[in-house]
């Protein structure tokens, strides 16, 4: 299968501790995305990473991306307790359809 | 509109009814995508319609899922004789490049067969 696996499940961290979360995937990409879901419903895109690209950041968030791995990782520095969310990893595939996996889910402690 | 908006964003109906699931995507958007997401899990792909191109059914489970998209906008996701099987959150998505721009997601419609 192409979807991303996101690894671990679940994590706990306390208000201020730093969050890392990884996604490994099986085929070649061009491109892998991640997006945080609150309460189930819509998801927010919050970074696009190219295969070209090793490390994106986007304010207190830090992507890398290593092709050779086939594997990235999401880092939220600083965490907020407004952090709590799922967290999914996408890949593309064919016909710009992309992979979700089933998500780490986040729980930040105030 | 600012964003994609999707209606109802509850549905409870009894087993064996249709149900017709309305997205309406952000303006100038030609990619749009439906997903379902059972409780706790990932996103499953369902359909994906791209400009004027034939969609993309892939995904539909059976021939009870169809879905229409009019106009190059509004679409809907029409499920035939619903299973308790089919509850889950069906989400909308569209987008004007997605390799480069990504989804952009409605609220979602949860549906709940009894």
């Known amino acids: 299968s192409q979807q991303g696996e996101e690894d671990p499940q679940a994590l706990s961290i306390q208000e201020g501790e730093n969050a890392t979360m990884n996604c490994s995937y099986k085929?070649?990409?061009?491109?892998l995305q991640w997006y945080r879901q609150n309460s189930g419903r819509g998801l927010v895109h919050l970074i696009l990473?190219?295969?070209?690209?090793r490390e994106k950041h986007s304010g207190r968030l830090r992507v890398t991306l290593d092709t050779s791995k086939k594997s990235s990782s999401l880092l939220i520095t600083a965490s907020r307790a407004a952090d709590t969310a799922s967290y999914f990893c996408?890949?593309?595939?064919?016909?710009?359809?992309?992979?979700f996996g089933t998500g780490t889910s986040l729980t930040v402690i105030p | 509109g600012a964003g994609v908006s999707q209606s109802p964003s509850n549905k409870v109906t009894e087993k064996g009814k249709d149900v017709e699931l309305r997205c309406d995507p952000i303006s100038g958007h030609t990619a749009l995508y439906w997903y379902r997401q059972s409780l706790g899990q990932g996103l499953e792909f369902l359909i994906y319609?791209?400009?004027?191109?034939?969609?993309?059914k892939s995904g539909l489970p059976s021939d009870r899922f169809s879905a229409e998209r009019t106009g190059g906008s509004v679409s809907t996701l029409t499920i035939q004789r619903t299973q308790q099987e089919d509850s889950a959150v069906y989400l909308c998505a569209s987008s004007l490049t997605p390799t480069f721009y990504g989804y952009t997601f409605g609220s979602g419609t949860r549906l709940t067969i009894v």
């Open positions: 085929t070649s990409i061009n491109n």
């Open positions: 319609f791209q400009g004027n191109s034939a969609p993309d």
């Open positions: 996408a890949t593309d595939g064919a016909g710009n359809q992309f992979y």
């Open positions: 990473i190219r295969s070209n690209e």
